[in-house]
């Protein structure tokens, strides 16, 4: 029998009302079969560290783990004062309103889970074509707040279906094919139709999936990203925020460093040894200044964060990797030879990269900034060898860049991380 915690304080974590910033990861349950205790108590402690709130669980129809894992999630959740929420994954899945509805059920009762107007919060990964039913879930379920991702109707779909959704959130975090950056022009468009309903709006820091078997083998522009995105929270300060995501190394976009036995089949050449932690030390201040809706709030700790390809984007094949979901042009076009930083600084300054043990190094100035946070791209420039980057008088070396081809014969255009 479950124990639930109806009237526990970590309730009081998980319920807020509509106006409260907030700011979630999407983790995959799917990936956690045979996941023990220990390592959800792990992802919960370390993206609480981060300034994350909760999970938004990503769940399929088909998982048999399903209970047993989401147990243990809203179990240590409770435990931490962490906050979780249903994702019904409806694109890769079949969910039946029943099944939708005995899950809700299971969970609105724990501690952890996440309220919002004293309503539990459901959210799903596409599922439009089943919006009608909706109106019977909330009938059996008591009530809930739905803010469904129906990223694929664009914003004016989204509108179109107002009075069967409590908010919106927007899966739309990188660019388009053949595009460097992206706008805030989908945000503003969302913010628009949703009529004063909650917006969450996706932040990624990165995209790169090869995956055949399911028909993947795109990079989105991810060069800049990670700042430019954080940038765009601040101007358009959502309501929520969910970041895309917490453990998908399928598709690179993943704020940790790797867990063997969630790598999906295939991506284990592109995701081992390409470690994602050092996304998250931007994070406190970022989400701080945008709880705040100010970038002057104090800085937790002076610092930077480095990332990159480990070759250049033309130094073999690329794979057959295309530039954005739907492209055609090739990789290696939407991406630059570069070094990334994202440096925290109360006062602004510059940064030194060295890349070799040869290099007399290259000093760097922002070319772009935010509040406390500063972005640099430093250019390989055909060097190759150990990456160090200077800033204060602190240095760090991570991973060599090279000039060899990988032994996957083709480019990874995935990165690698460390913190200054």
């Not at 240590?76 to 906050?83: D, I, K, Y």
């Amino acid at each position: 029998m479950r124990l639930r915690s109806l009237l526990s304080l970590t309730g009081l974590f998980a319920t807020m009302a509509a106006a409260d910033r907030q700011v979630f990861a999407h983790y995959l349950v799917g990936l956690t079969s045979g996941q023990t205790r220990d390592e959800w108590q792990l992802d919960v402690s370390q993206a609480k560290a981060s300034g994350i709130e909760g999970f938004a669980l990503n769940i399929g129809a088909a998982d048999t783990y399903n209970d047993e894992q989401l147990q243990l999630a809203y179990d240590v959740a409770s435990s931490n004062g962490f906050s979780v929420f249903l994702s019904f994954d409806m694109g890769a899945s079949q969910w039946s309103a029943d099944g939708i509805t005995s899950y809700i059920n299971t969970y609105k009762g724990y501690g952890s889970q996440l309220k919002i107007n004293g309503l539990p919060v459901v959210s799903t990964f596409e599922g439009p074509s089943q919006a009608d039913i909706w109106p019977g879930v909330r009938s059996n379920t008591g009530g809930i707040f739905l803010i469904p991702d129906w990223a694929s109707l664009g914003a004016q779909g989204v509108g179109s279906k107002l009075s069967l959704i409590d908010g919106a959130f927007n899966w739309g975090a990188w660019p388009e094919a053949n595009q460097q950056t992206m706008s805030t022009g989908n945000d503003v468009a969302y913010k628009s139709v949703l009529q004063g309903k909650p917006y969450m709006m996706g932040v990624s820091p990165y995209f790169y999936t090869d995956l055949p078997q399911y028909g993947k083998n795109w990079y989105s522009s991810s060069d800049s990203l990670w700042f430019d995105r954080w940038k765009q929270v601040l101007d358009i300060l959502p309501e929520y925020i969910e970041i895309i995501t917490w453990n998908d190394y399928g598709e690179s976009s993943y704020i940790n460093a790797p867990i063997s036995h969630q790598i999906v089949s295939g991506a284990e050449g592109y995701v081992n040894g390409y470690d994602h932690t050092a996304f998250r030390f931007v994070l406190p201040y970022f989400i701080s200044a945008y709880k705040a809706g100010n970038a002057g709030v104090s800085l937790p700790s002076e610092g930077a964060l480095v990332w990159y390809r480990t070759t250049p984007a033309t130094v073999c094949s690329d794979g057959g990797t295309v530039w954005g979901q739907g492209g055609g042009a090739s990789a290696s076009g939407g991406t630059k030879d570069v070094v990334s930083v994202i440096a925290l600084t109360n006062s602004q300054t510059t940064i030194n990269v060295k890349i070799g043990s040869g290099d007399s190094g290259t000093t760097a100035s922002p070319t772009s900034t935010v509040g406390k946070a500063a972005f640099y791209e430093i250019p390989f420039n055909g060097r190759t060898g150990a990456v160090t980057v200077t800033l204060n008088g602190k240095s760090t070396t991570g991973p060599s860049i090279s000039n060899s081809c990988p032994s996957s014969g083709h480019v990874n255009f995935n990165a690698v991380s460390f913190q200054v």
